[in-house]
């Protein structure tokens, strides 16, 4: 009788977790081959699977930058950081455009934002009926400032 209970103690301790992992409903692999492999499987032992079969396989990458394996291509591909590193480089000059609606600085900033060439004199006059809004203070930051930039758009 001992033997029942305790089989039924150790079972029930493995099929609750277990079922329940099966039940979660989340989907949280993002892309590549093991959420295509699991898709339409829901719950967290399919997840662990997938996010699993795209860290070791390395195949998320080749999905993201190939637009493939349920991965969408970036559109942009000038990085973040870039953008981050020419606004904090080039604060004052950027303001002086800005404020004037034209210039060197303002230029390479909406090439860098790749606006298009035919959008950037509506960009330059957006910026610059905004100044206020995007230099907040003397003591504004670069990232405040793209931030600023960014929710214009």
Avoid at 11 to 39: D, E, H, R, W
Avoid at 66 to 73: M, R, V, W
Wanted: aromatic fraction near 6%; charge should be negative; hydrophobic fraction near 40%.
């Amino acid at each position: 009788m001992k033997k029942l209970v305790l089989a039924v103690v150790v079972v029930s301790f493995i099929a609750i977790p277990v079922s329940s992992c099966l039940a979660a409903n989340q989907k949280n692999t993002g892309c590549g081959l093991g959420s295509l492999i699991m898709q339409g499987n829901d719950g967290l032992a399919f997840q662990v699977l997938a996010v699993t079969t795209n860290g070791t396989c390395g195949n998320q990458t080749f999905g993201i930058t190939s637009g493939t394996l349920n991965c969408e291509q970036p559109k942009k591909f000038v990085s973040r950081e870039t953008i981050n590193s020419y606004v904090a480089d080039n604060m004052d000059n950027l303001a002086n455009d800005i404020a004037r609606g034209q210039g060197e600085y303002l230029n390479t900033l909406a090439v860098l934002m790749e606006v298009p060439e035919g959008s950037r004199a509506d960009f330059y006059a957006l910026l610059q009926s905004n100044f206020s809004r995007i230099y907040t203070s003397p003591q504004v930051s670069s990232v405040d400032v793209l931030s600023h930039i960014e929710s214009l758009m």
